[in-house]
């Protein structure tokens, strides 16, 4: 089975354009979470979709947001970039059962993004 | 104060030695997950755990649900287990979470030399 596949890898973006990162989980795994690295905050949960809804939504602005597909491909959005948006963004991929019950996450590569 | 605390920050070891990684967290948790961060930042899930003792080869990964502590042991340490390893609870319902809200320790950096 191919892995969790992010595009594009890196990005160079200015402040004030907006970005979409891509996401397309395992074959079969219906949950898409995201998650920003920075070397100050570390890891951190954005938002969970799951059947195309959002079902969880971490302390980010609404600039940040997100949306998936039928097939479970998720793309996430940041719009007006600010410097301090410069992080590697992943995303992992689970077999979802119900919210509650723990799963295995599997990570993509992530997507670098630069903000100049 | 973080929620889930990693120590040490930093681990220098030497070949075959072995390693303990602490993680203590202040929430309730369904599961407590630890993950292995190589450097150019791809993550593998090593352990999910909610109770007990999991071991995969050299790596062994314990949790104490009353004390709110997971521990994450590497045996005969090698230079290819170098990385950064991170800990992340799924907190649990009465903790006002979902099983996929993860909050993160800040990693534990490992350099194990030959």
């Known amino acids: 089975k191919a892995g969790v596949t992010q595009t594009p890898r890196y990005l160079i973006k200015t402040r004030g354009q907006q970005v979409t990162l891509s996401c397309s989980p395992i074959?079969?795994?219906?949950?898409v979470s995201w998650y920003q690295q920075t070397p100050g905050q570390g890891l951190q949960f954005l938002f969970e979709?799951?059947?195309?809804?959002?079902?969880n939504k971490g302390n980010f602005p609404g600039r940040f947001s997100g949306r998936q597909f039928s097939n479970s491909r998720s793309e996430m959005n940041v719009s007006t970039l600010e410097l301090g948006d410069s992080a590697l963004y992943l995303c992992?991929?689970?077999?979802?059962?119900?919210?509650?019950?723990?799963?295995?996450?599997?990570f993509g590569p992530g997507t670098r993004l630069t903000v100049l | 104060k973080n929620e889930v605390e990693q120590s040490p920050q930093n681990l220098t070891a030497q070949e075959g030695e072995f390693i303990t990684i602490n993680c203590s967290y202040s929430?309730?948790?369904?599961?407590l997950h630890w993950l292995q961060q190589h450097p150019g930042g791809g993550i593998v899930s090593l352990f999910m755990?909610?109770?007990g003792k999991k071991k995969h080869g050299r790596l062994i990964a314990t949790i104490n649900i009353q004390e709110k502590h997971s521990s994450l042991h590497i045996t005969a340490s090698h230079p290819r287990d170098s990385a950064v390893y991170i800990c992340?609870?799924?907190?649990?319902?009465?903790?006002?979470?979902?099983?996929?809200?993860?909050?993160f320790g800040k990693g534990t950096l490992l350099t194990v030399n030959p």
């Open positions: 992992a991929s689970s077999l979802a059962r119900g919210a509650y019950v723990s799963v295995e996450q599997f």
């Open positions: 074959s079969g795994h219906r949950s």
């Open positions: 979709y799951f059947s195309e809804t959002q079902r």
């Open positions: 929430v309730g948790i369904s599961a």
């Open positions: 755990l909610s109770s």
């Open positions: 992340a609870a799924a907190p649990s319902r009465n903790s006002g979470g979902s099983n996929y809200k993860l909050t």
